[in-house]
C-alpha cells in the first residue's frame, strides 16, 4: 500500500523539479504534502494532493519535457468511422484544447496487491474547447464526400475517469494502461468547408449536432485506443521512469 504514496509524489514532485539536478531522478521535495497509507483518509489526501499540484502540471515543466497542458496542443489525430452506409476517415491537425486548467478531481480509488497497484481518478471539467484545421473523406452510401477546412467543439459537463493500471518492477511504477472514460453533458461541433458545397455542409453539420451522442459513442473505443497508447507512454516515459518509490518513500 505504501506505493500508493508514489502517486503523491509524482503529483507534486513537480513543484520541486527546478532543483532536481538529475534528469533521471525526481525527489520528492520536503514541502510537498504526502499521504499516509495507514491513514484513514487515504484516498481523500491523495485526491487533495493532486488537485493542488494539477495547476503546476497544466503550465508544463520543462526540465522533464512536459509540455502545457492547457490548451494542448496535438499536432495530428486520424479516426476511421464507420458505422452501417458511412465510411470515412477524418485527420486533425493542429489541434488546441482548452479547459484542463479547470479540472476539478472529485474522488481517487487506489487499488494494490503485490505488485500490481491501479488508480481510478474522477474528475470533471466545466467546459472544454476544441479546435483546428480538418480533412474528411468517406461515403455515404454510394456518394463521396470529403474536403478540408476548420473545426470547433464546445462541450460543457465533461466527466471523466482515468483507470491507471500498472506494476511495480525495480522500484518504478510501470504503467500498462491508461483508460480514459469521457462523459459530456452538451456538445457543439461547427465545422466550415468540409462536405463540398454549403448547403451540403449544413446538413452534415445539423445531423452531427443532433445526433453526436450517437456518432460521439461510435467514436469512442477507437480514439479510447489511441489515448491509451499515447498517454500510456507519455507518463511512463515523462513521470514515473523518473520517480523512485524506494527513495522517493523510505
Ligand atoms: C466556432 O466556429 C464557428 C464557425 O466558424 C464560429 O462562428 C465560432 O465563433 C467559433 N467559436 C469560437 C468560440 O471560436
Known amino acids: 500500500m505504501s506505493s500508493i504514496r508514489l502517486l503523491c509524489a509524482l503529483f507534486c514532485a513537480i513543484a520541486l523539479v527546478h532543483e532536481v539536478s538529475c534528469a533521471e531522478e525526481v525527489l520528492l521535495p520536503r514541502s510537498v504534502k504526502t499521504c499516509k497509507h495507514e491513514s484513514s483518509d487515504y484516498s481523500s489526501c491523495l485526491r487533495l494532493a493532486i488537485q493542488e499540484s494539477w495547476l503546476s502540471f497544466v503550465k508544463g515543466i520543462p526540465e522533464l519535457g512536459l ?107 510501470v504503467i500498462q494502461h491508461f483508460h480514459v472514460y469521457p462523459e459530456v453533458q452538451h456538445m457543439q461541433v461547427y465545422f466550415t468547408d468540409l462536405f463540398g458545397n454549403e448547403d451540403m455542409n449544413k446538413a452534415v453539420l445539423n445531423f452531427v449536432n443532433e445526433y453526436w451522442p450517437v456518432l460521439y459513442k461510435g467514436m469512442l473505443p477507437t480514439v479510447e485506443k489511441h489515448w491509451d497508447y499515447h498517454l500510456t507512454d507519455f507518463v511512463n516515459r515523462l513521470i514515473f521512469s523518473k520517480i523512485s518509490a524506494s527513495k522517493t518513500f523510505p
Open 67 to 173: 509540455p502545457v497542458l492547457d490548451p494542448m496542443e496535438v499536432d495530428m489525430m486520424e479516426n476511421h468511422y464507420s458505422a452501417g452506409d458511412v465510411q470515412g476517415r477524418f485527420v486533425l491537425r493542429n489541434v488546441k484544447t482548452y479547459g484542463l486548467a479547470k479540472a476539478n478531481f472529485l474522488a481517487v480509488r487506489p487499488y494494490r496487491s503485490d505488485n500490481i497497484m491501479n488508480l481510478e481518478i474522477d474528475l470533471e471539467i466545466p467546459k472544454v474547447f476544441i479546435d483546428g484545421d480538418c480533412k474528411a473523406e468517406g461515403s455515404v452510401a454510394h456518394y463521396k464526400i470529403g474536403g478540408k477546412g476548420y473545426f470547433n467543439t464546445s462541450m460543457e459537463g465533461v466527466s471523466i475517469t482515468w483507470g491507471l493500471e500498472g506494476r511495480i518492477e525495480n522500484d518504478r511504477w
